[in-house]
């Protein structure tokens, strides 16, 4: 069993659409965290957030406390928004990770 | 600023040595934490530190094993290493526990 679960896996889209990857979670949490990870490695913290909406650029980040769900949206997007997006669960001693969406943006 | 740096960059072991991992995280970050990355179970939260001190600790054997610095440097030893211990190993420095994760670039480790 999982504690976060993402969806979808993979993801393909045009340049110019609007994508969501929505991350489900069953503990408690202090803070839920998206995360970009491209090709190589490295992994950039995009969002930290306990509750509502945050906005970034094209990024807008939801979370829903009382259903235990946070979406990530990006808008107008372009291929350099091509990586990997993870979600992440922060319960104040342990950090749960969703198994990522790979993102595929095509010009 | 400088960022999260880690070294080595890469390392290949043999089964059954030990290796040592450095971090040194962002100027005035107090906490430190570890991950393991692999292909077949994704990022793995191993340990948090914050002040010298262990303050958590996830799912794994007690050959990891890790610690900090007064200067917030932190180091992670895993003995009597295992073909599965192949990983990518991530640290991330935070201001506070659990804010804000700074990521370094991870060091590749390769048991053969």
């Known amino acids: 069993k999982n504690e976060v679960e993402q969806s979808p896996q993979n993801l393909t889209a045009q340049e110019g659409e609007f994508i969501t990857i929505n991350c489900s979670y069953s503990?408690?949490?202090?803070?839920l965290h998206w995360l970009q990870q491209h090709p190589g490695g490295g992994i950039v913290s995009l969002f930290m957030?306990?509750?509502g909406k945050k906005k970034h650029g094209r990024l807008i980040a939801t979370i829903n406390i009382q259903e235990k769900h946070s979406s990530l949206h990006i808008t107008a997007s372009h291929p350099r928004d091509s990586a990997v997006y993870i979600c992440?669960?922060?319960?104040?001693?342990?950090?749960?990770f969703g198994t990522g969406t790979s993102l595929t943006v095509i010009p | 600023k400088a960022g999260v740096t880690q070294t080595p960059r890469y390392l290949i072991k043999t089964r059954g040595q030990q290796v040592t991992l450095s971090c040194s995280p962002i100027?005035?970050?107090?906490?430190v934490s570890w991950y393991q990355q692999t292909p077949g179970q994704g990022l793995q939260f191993l340990f948090e530190?914050?002040?010298?001190?262990?303050?958590n600790k996830g799912n794994f054997p007690g050959r990891f094993s890790g610690r900090q610095f007064s200067n917030s440097r932190s180091e992670m030893n895993v003995s009597t290493l295992e073909l599965g211990d192949s990983a990518l190993y991530l640290c991330?420095?935070?201001?506070?526990?659990?804010?804000?994760?700074?990521f370094g670039p991870g060091t590749r480790l390769t048991v053969t």
């Open positions: 991330a420095s935070s201001l506070e526990a659990w804010s804000e994760q700074y």
């Open positions: 503990v408690g949490i202090s803070a």
């Open positions: 530190y914050f002040s010298e001190t262990q303050r």
């Open positions: 957030l306990s509750s």
């Open positions: 992440a669960a922060s319960t104040g001693n342990q950090f749960y």
């Open positions: 100027s005035g970050h107090r906490s």
